[in-house]
């Protein structure tokens, strides 16, 4: 059987310096963890990750609880990869780092906070990755209460005494209503996603602030809820488009409810970017793929998969400072919007 002693022979380097790839590689070199890396898939090493774990009182385990509904189950958009993208991520990010990922999914809202509970009860886990952030989120408050480490994607609205990387959403909308104008619009709706979620309320400051600062006044009307879903996107045009005077250009929550407002258009006899014009949030593969191309606001969600897992490892090993990391979504202008 092999053994560190053998792994640190063949790597010509010290058995602390293998220990420490094993427990704590962020104190290696890039060079050193890669050969130590390189030494152990020669060798087939697999050390014990139950004793490692004892010793260390580890899990080598980081948890995320998404929120899949029956509804979501049934009504599934296999194209949506923004979610998978992050989880990617997180997992290439966490297994070179020597973690893995653990994924337990909550039906409804209020099954999160007994999940976990029971993940930290239970010692599965030694951090976790929180998304979709509440206004006043009781995931944050608990994990706060307990000392239990967590990064969290997004914000709530009152105190960010937590580490979390963040989406600057309200800019992001704020040069979407500047792009607009500048193609010649007036009226602009705004579908702003659900209230309780934060980055809604700072997506609807963009759009405010991006009407005022050109000179034009919010209209109550132009302002609507929507949901993340192709269906609530042609739901939404049914009745913006329905009236005497309808908006030249919307911005949709996110990119499936942008796709399904241009196939309404396309139902009725009108093209996107040409007759109304139409601006996602995401930036998804299909976006540059859809005819017409969707001009959007792009999320890297790649690359904040690994910015979110490298903080929070900085928090499981003792970061006592707190990170705020606010990241600027690109407008991907395609041809969904034109001039009026």
């Given at each position: 059987?092999?053994?560190?002693?053998?792994?640190a022979?063949?790597?010509n380097?010290?058995?602390?310096?293998v220990?420490?790839f094993?427990?704590?590689?962020?104190?290696?070199?890039?060079d050193?963890?890669?050969l130590?890396?390189?030494?152990?898939?020669?060798l087939?090493f697999?050390?014990?990750s139950?004793?490692?774990?004892?010793?260390?009182?580890?899990?080598?385990?980081?948890?995320?609880?998404?929120v899949?509904s029956?509804?979501d189950?049934?009504?599934?958009?296999a194209?949506?990869?923004?979610?998978?993208?992050?989880?990617?991520a997180?997992?290439t990010e966490?297994s070179?780092k020597?973690?893995?990922?653990?994924?337990?999914a909550?039906?409804?809202?209020?099954?999160e906070?007994?999940?976990?509970?029971?993940?930290?009860?239970?010692k599965q886990?030694?951090g976790f990755?929180i998304?979709?952030?509440a206004?006043?989120?009781?995931r944050?408050?608990m994990?706060?209460?307990?000392?239990?480490?967590?990064?969290a994607?997004?914000?709530?609205?009152?105190g960010?005494?937590?580490?979390?990387?963040?989406?600057?959403?309200?800019?992001?909308?704020?040069n979407?209503v500047?792009h607009?104008v500048?193609?010649?619009?007036?009226?602009?709706a705004?579908?702003?996603?659900?209230?309780?979620?934060?980055?809604?309320?700072h997506?609807l400051?963009?759009?405010v602030?991006?009407l005022?600062?050109?000179?034009?006044?919010v209209?109550p009307?132009?302002?609507i809820?929507?949901?993340?879903?192709e269906?609530s996107?042609?739901?939404?045009?049914?009745?913006l488009m329905?009236?005497k005077?309808p908006p030249?250009?919307?911005?949709?929550?996110?990119?499936?409810?942008?796709?399904g407002?241009?196939?309404w258009?396309?139902?009725?006899g009108?093209?996107?970017?040409?007759?109304?014009?139409?601006?996602g949030?995401?930036?998804l593969n299909?976006?540059?793929?859809?005819r017409?191309?969707?001009?959007?606001?792009?999320?890297p969600?790649?690359?904040i998969?690994i910015?979110?897992?490298?903080?929070l490892?900085?928090?499981?090993?003792?970061?006592e400072?707190?990170?705020?990391?606010?990241?600027e979504?690109?407008?991907m202008?395609?041809e969904?919007?034109?001039?009026?």
């Open positions: 059987m092999t053994t560190i002693k053998d792994i022979k063949k790597a380097v010290s058995v602390g310096t220990s420490n094993l427990n704590n590689p962020d104190l290696l070199s890039e050193t963890y890669l130590i890396k390189k030494t152990i898939d020669k087939g697999h050390p014990s139950a004793a490692r774990s004892l010793k260390m009182n580890q899990t080598r385990r980081i948890g995320i609880v998404p899949i029956i509804e189950n049934i009504h599934s958009q194209q949506d990869t923004a979610f998978y993208n992050l989880v990617s997180i997992n966490a070179q020597g973690y893995g990922l653990l994924l337990q909550a039906i409804t809202r209020e099954d906070i007994a999940i976990y509970q029971r993940l930290i009860g239970e886990v030694d990755i998304m979709g952030i206004c006043e989120d009781k944050i408050k994990l706060k209460e307990v000392k239990f480490p967590f990064i994607f997004g914000r709530t609205l009152k960010h005494n937590y580490s979390f990387i963040d989406t600057d959403g309200e800019k992001g909308i704020f979407a500047k607009l500048e193609l010649g619009h007036t009226k602009i705004f579908i702003k996603p659900p209230a309780e979620l934060t980055f809604s309320h997506r400051s963009g759009y602030s991006g005022r600062d050109h000179g034009l006044k209209d009307a132009l302002i809820e929507g949901k993340f879903s269906q996107g042609q739901e939404i045009m049914d009745g329905g009236g005077n030249s250009a919307i911005i949709a929550p996110n990119d499936f409810s942008a796709f407002m241009m196939n258009l396309n139902n009725h009108l093209v996107a970017g040409k007759d109304v014009s139409i601006i949030f995401d930036d299909l976006a540059s793929h859809w017409p191309g969707l001009t959007t606001l792009a999320q969600f790649f690359e998969g910015q979110l897992t490298q903080l490892l900085q928090v499981i090993n003792g970061a400072e707190h990170f705020g990391v606010l990241i979504p690109k407008l202008i395609r969904s919007t034109g001039k009026r």
